[in-house]
């Protein structure tokens, strides 16, 4: 019997779903992993796959990456909480503000969720006004006010469960890459202080912004002295060193960061405009804190990682993600199936339709049970990767030709196993 599916068995007897965080299930049993290295995985039967899921983003440099690796039990001798600033802590912040300069001041904390629920906090604080938009798909962590039309593993559920709608701290929620739908609705409610978004839809698949969007939703929010805040958990350093601000030229007011900038560790930070960022404790009235904020085990691997970050290396992986993607598009081509691939940096997604997909709404549309037969095909043939149709695939410093080649190799055959026509379509909402 297969060791992942007997694990399995047990886990579901512990763990809702079998698993610690839901995307991290799928059908009819996740493989259980045993170890990483480079660009690779090994389940615990001792099957390798390339990895395409790096943690669901974090690992730019791929697994045990061996300045990560030092850097952290360098750190774990010298001990690995003190509950006091380090020295390690601004070193770490300076290199992160000569990568995102907007972020005049910032404040660490462990996990992107924490960071996006700080954020909220911050921004009702400063501004006074309670009301939060966000994108129709965004995702931005479990966090209650922004669990309204979520990407991820929430991407077929209009809200979650257990979240009340606030009428006295409303969640505004409009479609992506429309900017009139954001103008009309700042028109109409009042009570708005924050437009949080990912600057590329990341959750629902890869969805870029269209020119001139983000443009357009910074002057509006200008206008109305609305604070604008880009979630970069997932395009911080990978859609340049600097984040999606950077490669497309707009400025938020609030930025919020995590995986890749940890390294494999947990870490984020929120940060953004001095004078926003004095109102948080203790110097300001917006309290939020954490014990292990700003771990020092994690600040070790961040720094491990940022040192090395640069626009050569980042481009060195965003050419072969444009190589791999390229090659799979000739795949479905040469089979007569339509496919979209949307990239950038080193992020790509793909979509079972000819169109480019410019909404989450048309994102769930497009999802279909073939899709993920697909994706389980891809597993077989030995790459690891989101068995999601709304999850971004990522590239690490350590994909190279070879991997190249099996993760082709491996979506050739899973391209024959799809049905010449897809009657699911549209119907997977959720997975
Ligand atoms: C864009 C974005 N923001 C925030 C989060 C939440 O981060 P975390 O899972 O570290 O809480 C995620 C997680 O996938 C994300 O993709």
Request: with cysteine; aromatic share 8%.
């Amino acid at each position: 019997m297969d060791l992942s599916r007997e694990l399995y068995r047990r886990a579901r007897a512990l763990f809702p779903g079998g698993v610690s965080s839901p995307v991290r299930a799928y059908r009819p049993y996740p493989r259980f992993l045993a170890r990483g290295r480079g660009a690779y995985v090994w389940d615990v039967e001792g099957r390798r796959y390339v990895d395409l899921c790096l943690g669901f983003g974090p690992l730019l440099n791929g697994h045990a990456f061996p300045p990560v690796v030092a850097a952290v039990q360098r750190q774990a001798r010298l001990g690995s909480l003190f509950g006091a600033p380090l020295e390690l802590e601004v070193r770490v912040a300076r290199r992160i503000q000569s990568l995102f300069p907007s972020m005049q001041r910032l404040r660490f904390v462990s996990t992107g969720g924490e960071g996006a629920a700080a954020l909220v906090r911050l921004a009702r604080g400063y501004t006074r006004a309670p009301g939060v938009v966000k994108m129709d798909g965004g995702f931005h962590g479990s966090v209650d006010p922004l669990l309204f039309r979520a990407g991820s593993a929430a991407a077929g559920l209009p809200a979650s469960a257990g979240v009340v709608p606030a009428p006295q701290a409303p969640t505004y929620v409009v479609p992506f890459n429309d900017a009139d739908a954001l103008e009309a609705l700042l028109a109409e409610a009042k009570d708005v202080g924050l437009v949080l978004l990912e600057p590329v839809l990341g959750n629902v698949g890869t969805i870029l912004p269209e020119p001139g969007y983000l443009r357009r939703v910074r002057a509006l929010t200008r206008e109305e002295g609305i604070l604008l805040a880009f979630d970069e958990v997932i395009t911080g350093l990978r859609v340049a060193p600097g984040g999606a601000q950077e490669r497309f030229g707009v400025t938020p007011d609030l930025t919020l960061l995590g995986k890749a900038i940890g390294g494999g560790l947990p870490l984020a930070a929120y940060g953004g405009r001095r004078e926003i960022l004095s109102w948080v404790a203790p110097e300001g009235p917006v309290y939020q804190s954490g014990t292990y904020s700003g771990n020092p085990l994690s600040l070790a691997a961040a720094e491990a990682t940022l040192e090395r970050v640069n626009a050569a290396t980042l481009s060195r992986v965003e050419a072969e993600t444009r190589r791999l993607v390229a090659e799979l598009s000739e795949v479905f081509r040469r089979a007569g199936r339509p496919v979209s691939l949307p990239t950038v940096g080193s992020l790509f997604s793909l979509f079972l339709t000819e169109g480019p997909v410019r909404d989450a709404e048309a994102a769930r549309n497009v999802a279909s049970a073939a899709h993920g037969r697909l994706l389980r095909a891809v597993l077989e043939g030995g790459v690891f990767l989101p068995q999601s149709p709304f999850e971004t695939f990522f590239l690490s410093t350590r994909h190279g030709p070879r991997e190249r080649r099996q993760v082709v190799r491996a979506f050739s055959r899973g391209v024959e196993r799809l049905p010449r026509r897809d009657r699911s379509r549209g119907r997977l909402r959720d997975h």
